[in-house]
T-cell receptor
């Protein structure tokens, strides 16, 4: 059972570089989310999707873009990375609004 | 603004102790409260609470919700070193269309 898989697991970027984080789930879930986790701040929602072809902004969307072209994949893009985007990024999915989220293993991103 | 507060933020106990972790919230249109355990990577689901006064139990862990006073507690009895983790509280809300508002977490360390 793969569940929710994130790639890559680690990445170091220089300021101004771009990258895409991939999240894939094999549970046929409708909802997918991208969070960032910073010390002392818990998980904060960046963007989310309620189905294929849809995306919406969360609490901290600035500097990020997302796409959900296929139901099983949710991509998070950084067009011009900044040191403030150094964080651990988690992807999660749920079948609907009323159940617990299943999380990926996280991506540790460092922007220097 | 929706918020979830957890206390204490950090706790150190010895094996065999009993601990109580607290989560209070101010959330628009509350639906449910969830507890997760985060060891090294992905948060894993523990409990979902939707009704006041009904205790959820799993082994040495139990949790209860008070919707009138807007808080929940997570109890762990006879703690073990394997209980060392960050415990996250999350509340389902509708602000920004966001599905879950997370607290900062309580870091529990259980010493042998």
């Amino acid at each position: 059972n793969a569940g929710v898989t994130q790639t890559p697991k680690f990445r170091v970027l220089k300021t101004g570089q771009s990258m895409t984080l991939l999240c894939a789930q094999d549970m046929n879930h409708e909802y997918m989310y991208w969070y960032r986790q910073d010390p002392g701040m818990g998980l904060r929602l960046i963007h989310y999707s309620v189905g294929e072809g849809t995306t919406a902004k969360g609490e901290v969307p600035d500097g990020y873009n997302v796409s959900r072209l296929k139901k099983q994949n949710f991509l998070l893009g950084l067009e011009s990375a900044a040191p403030s985007q150094t964080s651990v990024y988690f992807c999660a999915s749920t079948p609907n609004r009323k159940t617990e989220a299943f999380f990926g293993q996280g991506t540790r991103l460092t922007v220097v | 603004e929706d918020k979830v507060v957890q206390s204490p933020l950090s706790l150190v106990v010895h094996e065999g102790d009993t601990v109580t972790l607290n989560c209070s919230y101010e959330v628009t249109n509350f639906r449910s409260l969830l507890w997760y355990k985060q060891e090294k990577k992905a948060p894993t689901f523990l409990f979902m609470l939707t009704s006041s006064g009904i205790e959820k139990k799993s082994g040495r862990l139990s949790s209860i919700l008070d919707k009138k006073e807007l808080f929940s507690i997570l109890n762990i009895t006879a703690t073990q070193t394997g209980d060392s983790a960050i415990y996250l509280c999350a509340v389902e809300a509708v602000n920004y269309g966001q599905n879950f508002v997370f607290g900062p977490g309580t870091r529990l360390s259980v010493l042998p």
